[in-house]
């Protein structure tokens, strides 16, 4: 178990690209974020803001046809919400951000 924290540090810091990015005022997108926490952290830091990365396909393979969907640390689309207030609510909780579907 002790391997899996270096991972994720890894993971976080390499060149493979997360579902969130921050936006600088000044400066390039950085899309290496997993955690939304950590990339609205960060934003603030370079007084940017936290987006999903539009170059993520993922956006576009989302499971379920419900209006709202969470988009997870870990890429995933879960498209199960009619209630957008409860899609924000568990999207706080998964780490994650609350969107239209992409698909409707």
Do not use: W
Not at 43 to 68: H, Q, T, W
């Amino acid at each position: 178990m002790r391997f899996l924290p270096f991972l994720l540090s890894f993971l976080s810091f390499s060149a493979v690209a997360g579902p969130f990015c921050v936006v600088p005022m000044t400066g390039k997108k950085q899309c290496h974020y997993f955690s939304r926490k950590q990339c609205v952290a960060d934003a603030e830091i370079y007084r940017g803001m936290c987006v999903l990365n539009p170059d993520e396909p993922k956006l576009e393979e989302s499971r379920g046809n419900a209006p709202f969907c969470i988009v997870t640390g870990f890429g995933q689309t879960l498209c199960n919400y009619y209630d957008g207030v409860q899609c924000r609510s568990d999207a706080k909780i998964y780490d994650g951000e609350c969107i239209a579907n992409p698909k409707r």
